[in-house]
């Protein structure tokens, strides 16, 4: 099982930046990816970000590109969220999920989950 702590999130004015953070404990197979969700309140939960170590090669959903950026600190076991030019429909609780082997856009393939930041972009 991992364990997953999120923080980072707050209000941002549109056009500005975040940066969440992942904090991974526990028991990682030799292939695991960690992805990044996000939810608004009446809808689903939708993939934003991901990475797998099957090949070290990161994913992202078609309204983030060229704006959000996954890195990690293998050291210190951390997964980032770096997110640009922010918009209003980037509002939402974000979460980061873990204990799958490869990067998937869908929830129930995930084992773990944080419990979420919340991100507000406003005026």
């Known amino acids: 099982q991992v364990k997953l702590v999120e923080s980072g999130g707050g209000f941002v004015q549109p056009g500005g930046s975040l940066r969440l953070s992942c904090a991974v404990s526990g028991t990682t197979s030799d292939l695991y990816a960690v992805g990044w969700f996000r939810q608004v309140p009446g809808k689903e939960r939708e993939s934003v970000s991901c990475?797998?170590?099957?090949?070290?090669?990161?994913y992202y959903t078609e309204s983030v590109k060229g704006r959000f950026t996954l890195s990690r600190d293998d050291a210190q076991r951390m997964v980032y969220l770096e997110m640009n030019s922010l918009k209003a429909e980037d509002t939402a609780v974000y979460y980061c999920a873990a204990n799958i082997p490869y990067c998937s856009r869908y929830v129930p393939g995930y084992g773990d989950w944080g419990q979420g930041t919340l991100v507000t972009v406003s005026s």
């Open positions: 990475w797998e170590s099957s090949n070290g090669k990161t």
